[in-house]
C-alpha cells in the first residue's frame, strides 16, 4: 500500500501555520468526523513549525491512568510522589522553559480522549503562552477546560469538511495508477463520501486501527438494547423515526443517536434514522451474525407489514426485508418489490427478489417476471427457457408471452420477422402494438414504427405500457425521419404519460428521453440532444438502476464525439461499456464499441479505432439497424485514420445512400458532408434539398469562404463545434492564401476559440490549413521544435525561459486542436505532406 501524499488540506494547513507565526490565539482545534483527515493535517502543520515540537495522542486505555497521556513531558528522573497539582505543576515549568510559544508547538491528537488532569495541563500551558498548541477533536467532545480557550478567545475552531471528489479521485489514482473503472470510482466515491480513512479501508479492507476497528469499539460498547437500535438501522437504512421507537423502543434510538452512530434527520413528512456514515454500515453487517442478521431483518419486515405500506418504495423495502429474513410470508409483495428494483435498484437486486418469489410461491406471474428481468440482462435464452412454446389462452398472459418472446426473437437471434409474426399472437392489443412500434424503430423502419405508435396513442383505452412504449419510439423515429418538431410534442405527451404512471412503469420517463435525444441529434441539433442527455445522466446517477446509467453514457458519448469533444465522449463510452458488459437488454455494446473506435479515430490512433471496430463487428446480430448509417460513417474515419482516404470517402458516401433509403434526411446530408470532410467530392444533386449540412457540402466544393462562415455559424449554433472549426479554418486559409489578411486574422480567432473547444480532435480539414499562418512567429517556431525536442532543449537553442517555452507551446496547442507533442508531430507531418 502506497503512503498517500497530502492532499485537499493546503489552505487549513495555511490557517494553522498563520496562527502559530503571528496572530492573537495560542492554539487551532481541528473538528470533524473520525477518519476525516485531522491527525494528518495536524501532523503537516507540526512539521513545518520552526522550533520543538512535541506529539500527544489520546487514548480511552490512557484516560483512565492520571496525565498518562503526557507521561513522556514529566522529568525522566522518577519524582517523589507528589499530588496531582504537583504534577501538573512539573509539566508546566519543564515545557515554559524551552522557550515559549513563539519556540514550542504541540500537537495532541484525539484530544476529546485527555483524562481531566491532561486536558487542564494542555489548558494552561496555552493559557501562559507556553506553547502553541494544534488539537484534534471529534464532534465537540471536549474538557470544559479545552472548550473555555474558544470562549475566551484563546484558540480557534477550524472545521473540516469532507475531501472534494477531485481530491478523492487522486487519491485512489496514487493507490490504483487509474486502474479503477468509472463505476468502481462512483461506488468509492458514495461509500467514502469525502472521508480519506473510509476510502483507505475501501481500497485495501479493514486496516488494524482504522475506521472498522473504531466503529467496532463503539459498538461493543453500546448497551444490548441501544446496539438493537444501531443493528436495525444499519440493515433497514432508512428507517423511519416512528417505525424504529416501535420496534426497539424511544429510549434506545435516543441513545443510539447519543452515540453519534445513527442520525436522525427530516424526509418529507417523515423523520427518518440513517447512519452518520455508509462505511459504518458495512462495518456493522459485516459482523453480524447470520442468525442475528435474519432475527432484525424479521423484525423490520413484520412491523412494516402491519402497516398501510403508503409510501412509494415501501413494497420494495417489505420485499427485501423477507428476503434477508429468509421467511417470505407475502409473495406477491416480493413480486412488486422486484418490479419497483428494475427501475430503482438494479437488475442484480431485481433479480435475486423475482427467483425469491418465484421460489415461495411458483405461478406464471413468476415466470413471466423473471423472464422479463433477465430478458433485460442480455439472457435472453434463460428467459427463453421461462416461456411456454405456446401462447397460454389467456389475454394477459398471451400478451406477456409474446412481448417476451418477441423480445428474444430479434434482441437475441436478430430474427425481426419471427417477433413481429409473434407479436400477431395478440395482435391489436395496445402493449403489443406499442411492442412492435418498438421493434420497428430499432429495426431502422421508423415510418412504419411511428404509424403504429400513432394507433396506439390515438386509442382511448391503451395501456399505460403500450403508450410509453409508443411514444418512446415514435419520438425518437420522428427526429430520424426530419420532424423534430412533432417529435418534441410527442416527447412531451409522453412524459406525462410517464409520469403518471410511475410507480408501475418506472423505465417509462427514461424511454421517452432517450427517444428525444435520439430525435435531436437525428434531426440535426447535438446542441439540445447534449442537453437532454446530460439531464438524464444525473437523474440516473441520482437514482436510476445502472442499465440507466450505461444508456445515458452510451447517447451522451455518441453526442458529445459528434460535437468534438472526444475527450469526454471517450470518458462517457468506457463508463458505458463496462456496463453494457454486465447488462446489455438492447444490445448496445456492439454501438459502443464501434462509436469508440470512431472517437479513436478522430484522435489519430488507427490501432486502437480498428481493435474497438472489429470488436464491434463480432457483435453484429442484425438488430440495431436505425444505427447502421451511424456506424457507416463512423467506419469511414476509422478507414482515413488508417490512411485510407478514398475508401474512407466511400465508405461514408455508401452510409449517406443508406440513410436516405431509410428516409432519413438529416442524417444522410450529415454522411455527404462527412464524406467531403474526409477527402471525397462534393456529390452532385438532383435537387437543392434544404439544410445546414447540405449548405456546408456545397460551402466546401465552391471554396466560397462567406458560404463555409455562414455555415460554420449555422452549425456551431446547432452544436456541431468540430464541423464549425473545420469549415472556418477552411476559410481562413483561402481568404489568406487571397492575401486577405485582415479578414484572415478575424477568422483565425474564430478557429481559436472553436479548435479550443474539441481538443484531441485531428480531422483532414484542419491538417489542410496553412498551418505557419495559423500561428505566430514564435509559436511556429516553438512548434516545429517540440516535436523532436524538450522544452529545455527548446529554451536553450532559443534563449527562452522553459516557463515560456510552455506557454506559448500551450496557445499552439489550442489553435491546433492537440493535446500532446506526438499529436503535435503528427499534424506538422500531415500539413507538409498536404502542402506537397
Known sequence: MRHWPFEGREPELGVVRDAFAGSAVNAVLLLGAAGVGKTRLAREALCGLRGRTEWITATRAAASIPFGALAHLLPEEPPPPVTPVGLVRMISSRVAR????????????????????????????????????VLTVRGNEMADCLARLIQDGEASVLELSPLPDAVIDRLIDHDTAGAIGVAERRRLHTVARGNPLALRELLHGALPGGLTDLVASRLDRLAPGTRRAVEMVACGEPVPLGFLERVAGPAAVAAAEESGLVVCEPAGARIEARLDHPVFGEVMRARMPAARSRQVYRELAGQLLSTPLRRHDDPLRAALWQVESGLIVRPDLVRAGARLAIGRAGLVLAERLARAARDADPSAAADWLLAEILEYQGRSDEAAALLPAAPPPAEAERVRWAVARADWLYWACGDLAAALDTLDAARGHSTIEGARAFLLCFAGRCADAVATAYGVLDRADSHPQGLVWAAASATASLGFLGRVDEAEALRRRGNAIAVAHAGALPWGKFQIELGACLAHLAGGHPAIAAGIAADGYRAALGGGAPMMVSGWALYGGIVAATRGDVNRAESLLTEALAGFDRNDTFRLRRCCLAALAWVHALRGDHETAADRLARSDKLDNGTNQLFAPWIGTWRAWVAHAGGDTAGAAELAAGAADRAEAAAMPVVAAMARLDAVRLGGRAPSFDSAPAGAAHTATCALAEGDP?????AADVLGDRGYRLHAAELATVAGGILRRAGRRGQAGIVAAKVAALRASCPGARTPLLAQD???ELLTPREWQVALLAGRHSSKDIAGRLGLAVPTVNNTLARAYVKLGVTRRDQLRDLLDIGRRTDS
Do not use: K
Open 706 to 710: 462567406a458560404a463555409l462562415l455562414r
Open 770 to 772: 496553412d498551418l505557419q
Open 98 to 133: 524551552w522557550g515559549g510559544r513563539p519556540a514550542v508547538a504541540i500537537g495532541v491528537d484525539d484530544a476529546h480522549l485527555l483524562d481531566d488532569g491532561s486536558s487542564a495541563v494542555i489548558a494552561g500551558l496555552v493559557r501562559a503562552r507556553s506553547a502553541f498548541a
